[in-house]
C-alpha cells in the first residue's frame, strides 16, 4: 500500500512538472524533474526523505506567474520614482504622482511600499551596496576614484538628493563614509595634527568629501575623477606623496 502511494505521488510530481514546462517553457524544470524522478525512486522512504523531496519540490516553483508580476510591478513604481527624482526634488514628489506614472492603484502601491520613504531607501541600498568596499589591490587615491566615478553615474538619482540636502540621504551617506572612508586617511591626519579630537578630524572627512562631491556635480563637471579625488587629498593634507 505504502509503494502504490509513493508510486501515485511520483505521477502526480510528473504531470506537475509537465504542466509547468508548458506554462514557463524552462528546461531547468524538466532538469529538476529527472533529478526528482530519480531521487524519489531511491530505497529510502522514510517520512523525513518524503518531507525533504516535498521542500525541494516548492523552492523549484516557488517563482510563479504571480511572483513575476509582484516584480514587474514594484519595477515600475521604482522607475516612476527615478524618473520623478530627474525632475524634482524629492521632498516634492507625492505618492500620486509615482502612482499616476508607474500606472497603478493606490492599494497596488501600499501594498509594495508602506511610503516613498521605502522607495528612498531601496535607491540608496542599490547605489551604497558594495560601492565602499575596497580591493586590497586599489590605492586610496583609485578607492575614491571609484567612489566619485560611480556617483557620477549616477548622478541623475543623486544630484537633487544631494544637493537639497535631503536628510535620510545625507545619513546614510555619512554612515558609509565614516566607515570606509575614515579610517583610510586617519592615521595621517592623527599624526598630522595630534592635538585636534579624533571626532573633529571623522567629521571634517566626511563633510569634505560630501561638499567637494556636491560642487563636481553642480560646478565641476569639467574635471575627471581623478583630479576631484587630488583636490580632496590635497585640502586634508594627506596621500598626496
Known amino acids: 500500500m505504502e509503494l502504490k502511494r509513493e508510486k501515485e505521488t511520483n505521477q502526480l510530481l510528473r504531470q506537475t512538472f509537465i504542466s509547468?514546462?508548458?506554462?514557463?517553457?524552462?528546461?531547468?524544470?524538466?532538469?529538476?524533474?529527472?533529478?526528482?524522478?530519480?531521487?524519489?525512486?531511491?530505497?529510502d522512504r522514510s517520512k523525513l526523505f518524503r518531507?525533504?523531496?516535498?521542500?525541494?519540490?516548492?523552492?523549484?516553483?516557488?517563482?510563479?506567474?504571480?511572483?513575476?508580476?509582484?516584480?514587474?510591478?514594484?519595477?515600475?513604481?521604482?522607475?516612476?520614482?527615478?524618473?520623478?527624482?530627474?525632475?524634482?526634488?524629492?521632498?516634492?514628489?507625492?505618492?500620486?504622482e509615482i502612482i499616476d506614472l508607474a500606472d497603478v492603484g493606490r492599494s497596488t502601491f501600499y501594498s509594495h511600499y508602506e511610503s516613498k520613504e521605502l522607495l528612498l531607501d531601496?535607491?540608496?541600498?542599490?547605489?551604497?551596496?558594495?560601492?565602499?568596499?575596497?580591493?586590497?589591490?586599489?590605492?586610496?587615491?583609485?578607492y575614491l576614484a571609484h567612489i566619485f566615478q560611480h556617483?557620477?553615474?549616477n548622478q541623475d538619482h543623486?544630484?537633487?538628493?544631494?544637493?537639497?540636502?535631503?536628510?535620510?540621504?545625507?545619513?546614510q551617506?555619512?554612515?558609509?563614509?565614516?566607515?570606509?572612508?575614515?579610517?583610510?586617511?586617519?592615521d595621517e591626519l592623527i599624526k598630522a595634527h595630534p592635538t585636534l579630537p579624533h571626532s573633529y578630524l571623522k567629521h571634517l572627512v566626511v563633510s569634505h568629501f560630501i561638499e567637494t562631491l556636491?560642487?563636481?556635480?553642480?560646478?565641476?563637471k569639467s574635471y575627471t575623477e581623478q583630479e576631484v579625488t587630488q583636490f580632496y587629498l590635497e585640502i586634508l593634507k594627506v596621500g598626496s606623496n
Open 51 to 96: 518531507v525533504y523531496v516535498t521542500e525541494q519540490f516548492v523552492q523549484s516553483v516557488h517563482m510563479t506567474v504571480q511572483d513575476r508580476r509582484i516584480t514587474k510591478t514594484r519595477k515600475a513604481i521604482y522607475q516612476a520614482f527615478l524618473q520623478l527624482l530627474n525632475q524634482k526634488d524629492y521632498e516634492a514628489i507625492t505618492v500620486q
Open 173 to 186: 551617506l555619512r554612515k558609509e563614509l565614516e566607515h570606509d572612508v575614515y579610517p583610510m586617511v586617519a
Open 214 to 220: 556636491s560642487w563636481w556635480l553642480k560646478k565641476g
Open 20 to 43: 509547468i514546462d508548458l506554462l514557463r517553457d524552462e528546461t531547468s524544470i524538466s532538469s529538476l524533474h529527472d533529478l526528482l524522478s530519480t531521487t524519489i525512486n531511491r530505497k
Open 151 to 153: 556617483f557620477k553615474k
Open 122 to 142: 531601496e535607491l540608496c541600498q542599490k547605489l551604497f551596496h558594495h560601492l565602499f568596499e575596497r580591493a586590497e589591490h586599489l590605492s586610496p587615491q583609485d
Open 158 to 171: 543623486v544630484t537633487s538628493l544631494l544637493l537639497s540636502k535631503n536628510d535620510y540621504f545625507i545619513r
